[in-house]
């Protein structure tokens, strides 16, 4: 299927409804766009949310774990 999309002054495109249906694109989906040979190619996309921790969030971690570490080897003593 071939369509004409407008870019807006932003840059957004809207893809049409029939589209997005064919696509299983929904509200607040993602796409991957790429520069190809013939143009721009859009696929669907799935995009994780990755947690980054500074040096500080990492020691509460380590010490939580000994805590843990600790409390396990008390009760496996018993």
Request: aromatic share 4%.
């Amino acid at each position: 299927m071939t369509t004409h999309v407008q870019v807006n002054p932003r840059g957004g495109l809207t893809l049409p409804m029939s589209l997005r249906k064919q696509l299983g694109l929904e509200s607040g989906g993602t796409v991957m766009a790429e520069a190809s040979e013939g143009g721009i190619l859009l696929r669907p996309a799935v995009s994780y949310p990755i947690e980054m921790y500074t040096e500080s969030r990492v020691a509460e971690f380590d010490a939580e774990e000994q805590k843990l570490r600790r409390h396990l080897s008390r009760k496996r003593a018993k």
